[in-house]
């Protein structure tokens, strides 16, 4: 998911849309630097870690500083640490901004108007949830025309807030809407705007997810910032060659099991197949969707992929998927099993049963290509057809791969 | 929202257009659907105007260049009513903005198929269709179907919608367009059949959203029951719930909620939860939205439902399944309790049903509850599978091969040959063992391997006055290069010369269908050789009377007859005496090639022939090219058309190197321009005539004279 937290922000997008925020320092200034700033500040900062917190926010992981000794102290400590079992990329310091009064906004896509909306709570700087509906508004925006200050100003107002502050607030939310229309956000959030006595609004936290569909947001004009996500190995290629082509998904998460490896069709077969292996003990390996109808050199590597990182310490094989409406059987069965048959040549034989279901276009030149396969490399199998239920057949893999590794298998 | 009722999205007399038809996706689905129903009036492809995509016993579909082109060009009863839109995701919003602009007075309903368009274009979609007074379904929608019409748009059944759409009592809604078939198909085990499928798509926004469709599934008269598959995100259950709940619905619902378990490791699912939205976007939200409101435990196949008002009062507003093949006996269990008529004899119930199964010696340590056994493979696809299995030759998957290839590689230290390193071959030291590498990437046994050389040496030639040598020696003649004139006697190969042992292949094939010979080369195969000559003789003898009485050309047998040595009571070819004599020192036979000796005696036999023909050096040629392949083909290594198209390469390549020789000599010694046949010894097979005057020249010539 393309995202980005405070520090992108304020290094790329608050001063290109006007939207006043903190002054800042990286971790890399240097002592004077830091003095300079803290003397510029009034003497107070905060030391914030650069990490994808999720939900639960980075609250209790930010440190306030009053000279540059701890302030460097505290940008090192944090680097090490994790928050919410989250990895920090780097950590910055950041301008304290003194305040009475914290606001909450977000824009997103919203279901119920099928399109933008701005939600707005005077209780910023808690998770928007958690405040009662009555101290929070959510206005449509017209996608077309985008936010008008009037309409910021009303929510403002009808939420009470106080006439010297609704002016300027209202000013920079439409900033705001101009960032996330102009960036291709699917989602952004500044949480809390802080209000200075004198009513002046700063963002003091950021963060938002990008629609990786939105052509505005391949010509952002700044790189993303790489997070040391907790992707793996397998994670990380097989993102890669999913952006690198959109005929055919090529979507993989790892789900942290060991029984099952799952080649999985189509969203809804996938998860759903997915949960049933977890509710019968099938264990997955991972979350997956190679439907779309992709053609052969896209599954071949999809699934070369998948077995190169994964097939190793799987103990049962599934390659499973509902009636397809459009996936060529045959080209995508094709591939996996010439996939599968480079796996033994590169890497000896395999004995793990391979369990199959599938229903579609030219179906059964795609059985019969893998089941001549998997008899050529030995393997157990049983290869169902669209009339057996893919949950059903989920349910027997997951029982298929729980007593194989009880009797021990092919051992 | 336009609609007033389901059949408005869809029905019989539909106009559907097309965009970027010619796309990979969008023309197999249309000609699949135009073969289904027929609704497809056009479709537009910049740049791929003017084709027709051509439809199997169907109407062909015309391609114009844009949306505008299609309305100016079609008559007014032609117009499209409903749109397709097939685009990559970075042109729909142009394309919707086009039939927005140009179709508002016709085009009813928008269904956006393509993926991965941003929430954005959506967005402006939404609006812009919304103002425009037009329905849009998507995107990411797989379209949808009208059962008892018969009419689909996108892809929804698949290749064969009416395996899975049977005319019924339920409406199908979906945010996954691959449940709504698999739904279908497992309704039809209870007895049930289908009005509507729908595939909403699962983008972020959904703008055809499920409280809509509810709505209109409600007001439709044969809709009796609605199933629905739904995943995380959105508001649009509880938006539907609402509605429910006031309008009082009075259909029975079957929901399937997906996603919880996931929900747990934070992985999108398609929909992107949004944060505002808050917790009733979630899986569990919307389970128990859909329990309170049905008011009854999700359904469970083990307990036994008592029936009692209450639970009909429930299961008129119906109930929640966990896992998906419990919808037939959940859809079985309202149909009973509210005492409603199926729509047909329910089929077997769903159960597992393996059509393949071999645990590989292992089925003894599974417990009987795992041990499954071979089931019966329903139709259409057990004759497929029969047929398919009878097959020779690979059946391979098409790919783009640019710059792909499995007959060569170099990794920019090694080049290689089918994987195998060129430098390994070179050391080996034979030719042809390697060439056929080459072509094949199968390794020969030694013997194989000889009778190879044996045939391209046989090619090589059969003297100057062959019109392949002829074609090297004219190309010397006019002063060309040798590669040239080697293409001149390339070219100079044909069907009727060279191209003779390709046909031998097909021919044999087609004789030894289905007939199982482990080894070619065995002489103790126990091929009924005599009973099938006998078959094939008798079979040529048919045919070729019954066209000699229509005076029609009828197919020869390929390789039968030379026209030189033609006048011995039995004849041979010398080359391919020499073949069947290095066989017989070997102790080998070939199968083919007896088949052919026996067939060329057997027509002598009926008085097909006055004398025995020859085994030419082209029937030689393949004989042992399907020899030495056959395991390959069994093995469905190869295709049957490379090992025809090496029948042909042999003696190509053997007469191409030839031609070589013939240019060498004729570049030495022969004349420039030898060739040329004089004007003097040309025949003339027209009258010479002058070019008649017209009868205005003639008036200008004698008024001249004048």
């Known amino acids: 998911m393309a995202q980005i937290t405070e520090l992108p922000f304020l290094e790329h997008l608050a001063t290109r849309f006007n939207i006043p925020a903190p002054e800042y320092l990286t971790a890399e200034a240097g002592g004077s630097e830091i003095r300079n700033a803290l003397s510029r500040w009034g003497g107070r900062a905060l030391v914030k870690p650069d990490v994808l917190s999720g939900r639960r926010g980075k609250a209790g992981a930010i440190r306030e500083v009053r000279d540059h000794v701890e302030a460097q ?12 079992g989250n990895l920090v990329r780097t950590t910055y310091l950041v301008q304290y901004i003194p305040s009475e ?5 977000a824009i997103t896509y919203d279901s119920r108007y099928m399109g933008p909306s701005l939600t707005v709570s005077l209780v910023g700087g808690m998770d928007i949830e958690e405040v009662a509906p009555e101290k929070k508004r959510t206005i449509p925006i017209d996608v077309y025309k985008g936010l008008g200050a009037y309409q910021a100003s009303e929510v403002l107002a009808d939420l009470g807030c106080p006439k010297g502050v609704v002016s300027l607030l209202s000013r920079s939310l439409v900033d705001f809407w101009d960032m996330f229309t102009s960036t291709g956000m699917r989602t952004c959030e500044v949480n809390p705007w802080r209000i200075t006595p004198e009513g002046k609004p700063y963002a003091c936290d950021f963060k938002a997810v990008f629609d990786e569909a939105n052509f505005k947001f391949k010509n952002l004009g700044f790189k993303l910032p790489e997070y040391p996500a907790n992707v793996t190995l397998f994670e990380e290629e097989m993102a890669a060659w999913n952006a690198s082509s959109h005929r055919g998904q090529a979507h993989a998460a790892e789900l942290q099991g060991s029984c099952v490896l799952p080649i999985l069709f189509g969203g809804g077969a996938s998860t759903i197949v997915t949960e049933t292996l977890m509710q019968f003990g099938g264990d997955p390996i991972i979350l997956s969707d190679f439907g779309g109808n992709p053609p052969y050199e896209r599954m071949y590597g999809t699934a070369k992929i998948c077995f190169d990182h994964l097939l190793g310490k799987a103990k049962l094989l599934l390659i499973l998927g509902g009636k397809a409406n459009n996936t060529l059987i045959d080209v995508t069965f094709k591939a996996i099993a010439d996939a599968l048959q480079n796996y033994v040549d590169e890497n000896g034989p395999i004995h793990k049963p391979v369990i199959v279901g599938r229903g579609g276009p030219r179906l059964t030149q795609g059985l019969l290509t893998m089941r001549d396969t998997l008899d050529s490399l030995g393997v157990p ?9 893919v949950t059903q057949v989920a349910e027997y893999a997951a029982k298929f791969a729980k007593t194989w590794q009880e009797i021990g298998g092919a051992q | 929202m336009r609609a007033k009722k389901l059949s408005d999205l869809l029905r019989a007399g539909d106009r559907v257009a097309v965009s970027n038809i010619t796309g990979r996706e969008a023309s197999t689905v249309s000609v699949t659907s135009q073969k ?3 609704n497809i009036i056009g479709g537009w492809a910049l740049g791929k105007e003017g084709q027709f995509l051509e439809v199997a016993g169907g109407e062909p579909i015309p391609v114009f260049p844009t949306v505008e082109e299609l309305i100016k060009k079609l008559p007014k009863k032609r117009q499209p009513n409903k749109i397709m839109v097939y685009s990559p995701p970075q042109a729909v919003y142009a394309e919707v903005k086009e039939v927005v602009e140009h179709c508002k007075e016709t085009v009813e309903t928008i269904f956006v198929v393509t993926e991965h368009v941003s929430v954005e274009v959506t967005a402006k979609i939404a609006q812009m269709c919304g103002q425009a007074h037009i329905d849009v379904v998507g995107c990411n929608s797989l379209g949808m179907i009208n ?11 698949s290749d064969n919608p009416d395996e899975s759409f049977r005319p019924g009592s339920v409406a199908i809604i979906s945010n996954s367009g691959n449940m709504v078939n698999t739904m279908a198909s497992y309704l039809l085990s209870a007895g049930l059949g289908t009005t509507y499928g729908i595939s909403t798509g699962k983008d972020l926004l959904i ?3 499920l409280k809509d469709l509810l709505d209109l599934a409600r007001k439709d008269e044969r809709t009796r029951m609605v199933v629905a598959y739904i995943e995380p995100g959105g508001l649009y259950e509880k938006e539907a719930v609402e509605m429910l709940v006031k309008t009082k619905y009075p259909k029975p619902i079957i929901a399937y909620i997906t996603g919880a378990i996931l929900e747990k490791f934070e992985l999108s699912l398609g929909h992107a939860g949004a944060v505002v939205e808050g917790k009733e976007t979630t899986a569990p939200a919307k389970m128990k939205l859909f329990d309170d409101y049905f008011g009854i435990e999700p359904f469970d196949p083990n307990k036994k439902y008592e029936k009692t008002d209450e639970l009909a009062q429930a299961l008129n507003r119906g109930i929640r399944i966990t896992s998906l093949h419990h919808l037939p006996e959940a859809a079985a269990l309202i149909w009973d309790v509210l005492e409603m008529e199926r729509d047909f004899k329910p089929s077997k119930p769903l159960t597992l049903n393996p059509w393949f199964v071999d645990y590989k010696g292992h089925g003894k340590q599974l417990p009987s509850n795992l041990l499954l056994h071979k089931g019966t493979i329903p139709e259409p696809y057990a004759s497929q599978i029969k047929q398919l299995s009878q097959a020779v030759g690979a059946s391979v998957a098409r790919r783009d091969m640019r710059n792909a290839s499995h007959a060569s590689s170099n990794d920019g230290i090694t080049p290689r040959l089918y994987g195998y390193p060129l430098d390994e071959e070179m050391k080996k030291g034979s030719f042809v063992e390697s060439l056929l590498l080459a072509w094949t990437g199968e390794q020969l046994r030694d013997f194989e391997v000889e009778l190879m050389e044996k045939c391209l040496i046989a090619g090589l030639s059969n003297g100057p006055g062959t019109i392949s040598a002829q074609g090297a020696k004219l190309s010397a003649s006019a002063g060309n290069a040798p590669n040239t004139a080697m293409i001149a006697t390339l070219a100079c190969l044909g069907q009727v010369h060279g191209g003779n042992g390709q046909q031998a292949v097909e021919y044999l094939l087609r004789v030894f269908q289905g007939i199982e010979i482990e080894d070619p080369y065995n002489p103790n195969h126990d091929v009924n050789l005599r009973e099938l000559v006998k078959k094939e003789a008798v079979r040529f003898a048919k045919v070729r009377s019954a066209a000699k009485e229509a005076g029609v050309d009828y ?14 009571p039995v004849n041979y070819d010398p080359r391919e005496r020499v073949i069947a004599a290095y066989l017989e020192e070997k102790g080998l036979c070939n199968v083919f090639l007896d088949f052919y000796h026996m067939l060329a005696h057997e027509l002598k036999e009926l008085g097909i022939a006055r004398n025995v023909w020859a085994v030419n050096v082209d029937g030689a040629i393949a004989t042992v090219v399907l020899g030495n392949f056959w395991r390959a083909l069994q093995e469905k290594h190869l295709t049957v058309r490379r090992v025809c198209d090496i029948a042909f390469l042999v003696f190509a390549l053997g007469r191409a190197a030839g031609a070589a020789g013939e240019y060498l000599d004729h570049n030495d010694y022969g004349l420039p321009m030898d060739m040329r046949i004089p004007a003097r010894d040309c025949i003339a097979l027209t009258r010479s005539r002058e070019r008649r005057r017209t009868p205005r020249e003639q008036a200008a010539e004698t008024s001249a004279a004048g």
């Open chain 1, 101 to 105: 009064m914290e606001v909450y906004s």
């Open chain 2, 207 to 209: 703008l055809m959203p």
């Open chain 2, 147 to 157: 059962t008892y019409d018969r009419m689909r748009v996108g892809a929804v059944g």
């Open chain 2, 555 to 568: 197919d020869r047998i390929p390789c039968l007859g030379h026209p030189v040595f033609r006048n011995d």
């Open chain 1, 381 to 389: 199998y049983v290869i169902f057809g669209p009339d057996s239920p």
């Open chain 1, 73 to 84: 102290r505290e940008l090192k400590h944090e680097l090490g640490r994790e928050v919410n």
């Open chain 2, 36 to 38: 289904y129903c027929g």
